[in-house]
């Protein structure tokens, strides 16, 4: 709970350590009730610190401390003192060592941080603070050390013990316990490191580094999920050869494991040579594994993997920094993904959930820089902007650089800092030493909040054959920021003419074009370009690739969308396109819903779609993401004042209107790749994964229609499909329909079938969770008595209350405020149980101001109740405090 830690740190106070730690030896004894940690510490006075013995102070939370040596001399109570988060003693000379045995329960761990039981098996979470529920330490990560770590447990519960590094030493002992000893070679900061104990079994493959090193790779698994692991394995192979050929990165250690557990609360972990992954971004087959959990897998696989150099040979000073690793690796797992499948649909996809999620967090009261300067709890700054906007700011450099020089920057980054731990001023250093590039203004991304706007305008003077574009960038203020000073904007650009040809582009100044598409760097507050020799008045092509993280205003006309749906070069601009035209009718159907007339569908939207939907040549996941209407999420986003029933009304308006006048071609995609799915075995790569995306879409229009023929044909998929893909989606689309009967069979055959399968049945509960129908709470009320259901599995929560809260906007917010007080109960029972759960649960009570007043009153409500409900966690109480601030 909260204690001297609910203060806020700030980034100008950060000291460099006073002590350093060369090695830390470590010896775990497992027991069911309790578990001892021998931690011994060979330490020294830090250099760059300056002179005298000052205190040391060593991290330390819920440890029982059994005892305490300073080179070998037991130490009494009055050699040191304890509080419940520090030990403090004074040391005598420059080099010295600490030995402590403390006590720890990770049997009754639920905050699932430090050392914590998942099911039957023992394992680590460090990061950021977890290290401190271990052991007493200097729990920072510019404190690196190697490691030594032996554990001991009963052997046959826990046949497989684990640490970083590689094994050195093994054996039994009386009473049935064994024993093994890993060592790190590589010094590491505490939150790197990791314990498993369990009964496992792992698959076991091999990868020959570029300098013909052999590397063992084993992924751990319990028994039952062995069937389950080929599809990490084959990610694994593919990103090591990735950064080996993009990078130049090869791996360090002759042996990197992976071990899947069922209860975590993030995504997975990069400790060294022992990465541990929530069980749901390691499994995945067919049968189990919809594609999009196949590709978050191969995602998730890559972008600890490659943590591997961006994070461990070189990591972060302090916690202000996290985007260092984190901005960087989703930059680069990213662009692995876009290399491996579709660049464009990886691109489309990363956008639609920045815009979305990101910009959201941008505009609310939690909004910080990519490089924030003060937190109350580091939990919480793992964001979307430290992590999206994070690889954005990466996406930029790489994009003023180019490639080549980018290459050049990341090499001299790794050589210069390997084995340190830097900043992010460090990183941007060695980009500006090898381009020759200056980035000081480009680095007010790091640290100014908010999504800037970019107003461009344009006039074309016919005589003088000019184009001129005029930009306007401006940032609104968040929290702690009222002023903001121009930022460096990369824009990616192209200018069409009638027939849709690109122009050549030729800046006023320059003796000759430079080819049809190139990046504009906006500095100024505003600034003009003319581009000259323009002979017709084009049609610009703004921003191609989201080449900046903005808000892009300009003033298309929905026939102009239309033509750059058809005609752009750039295939995320054509999504783009499509997805501007269907903001302007969905805001029109919106306006006419809160004016109380009859909706109308601008024909337009169905005409481009039908141009999509006829034109076979293209590739099916673009014309199913081009397909996607904008969601609700996102038309809360871009509106001033969010009206959720007219929102709902316009989307679902749209949706039907479209499934009737598309009826049709929408048959006919749809039984067409029906009918290839029925006759190919799954395969988990980017033309299969279009095929089942553009089906599945269709699916979803076309039961609309409510027509016996497709809810046969939706009966049959659910039924007979052979793939987790298009079983779930018939789920989906049945769950939204009026088929009450089918509907019920259907929920009740995929429980039955899938009930000793937690990451099946968290699907089951999503779909559910996210069926806008009316009833919603009820159904997530009664959901949460299901037998299958805790709110001590993170996935759980997730699947039916994040869901839920999420992605089921017009249940979750009834006018009623009955959504927000259910949100609330459970915020308050999970901060006991796991704070850092709670407080992401907590994120859309935190956005009241987008909503009319009777809303915003009920939320407060709600997150005053919370503020009072008793002792908060000061994960919970950060959140809660800011947003009522
Ligand atoms: N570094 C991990 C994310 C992570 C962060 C915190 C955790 O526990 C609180 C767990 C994982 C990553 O980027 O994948
Ligand atoms: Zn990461």
Redesign the pocket.
């Known amino acids: 709970m909260r204690t001297e830690q609910s203060k806020t740190i700030y980034l100008k106070d950060y000291q460099v350590p006073d002590y350093l730690i060369d090695e830390t030896h470590l010896t775990f004894e497992l027991f069911e009730d309790h578990s001892l940690v021998h931690a011994q510490l060979v330490m020294r006075r830090n250099p760059a610190a300056g002179a005298g013995l000052p205190k040391l102070v060593l991290d330390g939370q819920q440890l029982e401390l059994l005892e305490l040596k300073l080179d070998d001399r037991e130490l009494g109570e009055g050699d040191y003192t304890l509080t419940d988060s520090h030990l403090t003693l004074q040391p005598t000379q420059e080099r010295f060592v600490v030995d402590s045995s403390v006590r720890i329960h990770p049997e009754s761990n639920t905050a699932l941080?430090g050392l914590y039981k998942s099911g039957t098996m023992f394992c680590t979470?460090c990061?950021?603070e977890?290290f401190r529920k271990i052991t007493f330490y200097l729990d920072r990560p510019d404190v690196m050390s190697k490691f030594t770590t032996t554990v001991s447990a009963e052997k046959h519960a826990y046949p497989v013990l684990l640490s970083n590094g590689n094994p050195i030493a093994s054996g039994s002992e009386e009473g049935g316990r064994h024993w093994a000893t890993w060592e790190d070679p590589f010094k590491k900061p505490a939150y790197l490191f990791a314990l498993v104990a369990g009964d496992l079994w792992c698959v076991e493959d091999s990868f020959t580094t570029m300098s013909s090193r052999e590397v063992a790779l084993r992924i751990y698994v319990e028994p039952e999920n062995i069937d389950k692991v080929q599809h990490a394995m084959d990610s694994l192979k593919r990103s090591m050869k990735w950064d080996e050929e993009v990078y130049g990165r090869e791996y360090d250690l002759d042996i990197f494991m992976i071990v899947a557990v069922n209860d975590?609360?993030?995504?997975?972990?990069?400790n060294k040579g022992l990465n541990i992954f929530n069980s749901s971004c390691v499994l995945a087959k067919a049968e189990t594994a919809t594609d999009a959990a196949h590709q978050r897998v191969e995602a998730?696989v890559a972008?600890?993997y490659f943590?591997n150099w961006s994070?461990n040979r070189v990591t972060c000073r302090d916690w202000f920094q996290l985007s260092l690793?984190?901005g960087f690796?989703v930059f680069r797992d990213s662009e692995f993904s876009a290399d491996t499948h579709s660049r464009t649909v990886k691109r489309i996809e990363d956008v639609a959930y920045l815009r979305t999620h990101q910009f959201a967090e941008d505009a609310g009261p939690m909004a910080h820089p990519v490089r924030p300067d003060a937190y109350m709890e580091i939990?919480n700054f793992?964001t979307l902007t430290i992590?999206e906007k994070g690889a954005e700011v990466l996406r930029m450099i790489h994009t003023l650089l180019g490639p080549e020089l980018f290459r050049k920057g990341s090499d001299l980054y790794f050589e210069r800092h390997d084995g340190q731990a830097v900043t992010c001023d460090d990183f941007v250093k060695a980009m500006e030493d090898a381009s020759g590039i200056d980035l000081t203004q480009f680095k007010r991304w790091y640290t100014q909040a908010g999504t800037p706007r970019l107003e461009v305008s344009e006039a074309y003077d016919e005589a003088a054959q000019t184009y001129s574009l005029t930009f306007r960038q401006s940032c609104p203020a968040t929290p702690g920021q009222s002023e903001k000073l121009p930022f460096v904007i990369p824009v990616a650009l192209g200018l069409l003419d009638a027939q849709g040809f690109e122009l050549p582009l030729r800046l006023q100044g320059e003796s000759a074009a430079q080819g049809t598409s190139r990046v504009l760097s906006v500095t100024e507050a505003e600034q003009t370009f003319t581009f000259v020799g323009v002979v017709e008045k084009p049609l610009p092509s703004l921003l191609r690739g989201f080449s900046a993280p903005v808000k892009l205003h300009f003033p298309y006309s929905r026939d102009q969308l239309m033509f750059l749906m058809q005609h752009d070069s750039d295939g995320f601009n054509r999504w783009e396109a499509g997805q501007q035209l269907s903001v302007q009718v969905l805001q029109e159907l919106i306006g006419q819903h809160q004016r109380g007339e009859a909706l109308v569908l601008d024909q337009r939207l169905v005409t481009a779609l039908r141009t999509l939907l006829e034109d076979e040549s293209l590739d099916q996941a673009m014309v199913a993401e081009m397909l996607s209407l904008p969601g609700e999420a996102y038309l809360t986003e871009i509106s001033e004042v969010a009206d959720v029933e007219a929102i709902h009304a316009a989307r679902e308006f749209a949706r039907k209107a479209l499934a009737d006048a598309l009826f049709a071609p929408l048959w006919a995609r749809y039984q067409a790749n029906r009918e290839v799915s029925k006759a190919t075995p799954y395969v988990a790569e980017a033309a299969h994964f279009a095929r089942r995306s553009l089906q599945n879409i269709a699916l979803s229009y076309l039961m609309l229609s409510e027509k016996p023929e497709v809810l046969a044909a939706c009966v049959d998929q659910f039924d007979n499909a052979d793939n987790m893909t298009e079983r779930l989606a018939a789920l989906a689309v049945l769950v939204n329909s009026p088929f009450q009967e089918e509907q019920g069979k259907a929920l009740a055959m995929f429980a039955d079938f899938f009930k000793d399968n937690p990451l099946v049945m968290d699907q089951w509960f999503s779909v559910q969770a996210g069926c806008p129908l009316p009833g919603g709470l009820e159904r997530v009320h009664a959901l949460m008595q299901h037998e299958a259901f805790t709110l001590k599995n993170p996935n759980k929560v997730r699947a039916l209350i994040g869901a839920f809260a999420n992605q089921n906007l017009i249940n979750f917010h009834r006018a009623d405020g009955a959504g927000y007080r259910f949100l609330a109960d459970q915020v308050i029972t999970l901060n006991a149980l796991n704070p850092?759960i709670a407080s992401r649960l907590l994120a859309p009570l935190t956005r009241w101001r987008k909503y009319g007043s009777a809303r915003q009153a009920l939320m407060k409500a709600e997150l005053e109740r919370i503020l009072a409900s008793g002792e908060l966690s000061s994960d919970v109480y950060e959140v809660v405090s800011k947003s009522l601030a």
């Open positions: 941080e979470q990061e950021a977890g975590f609360n993030m995504g997975a972990m990069e998730v972008h600890e943590h994070g690793k984190e690796t939990s793992y992590y850092q």
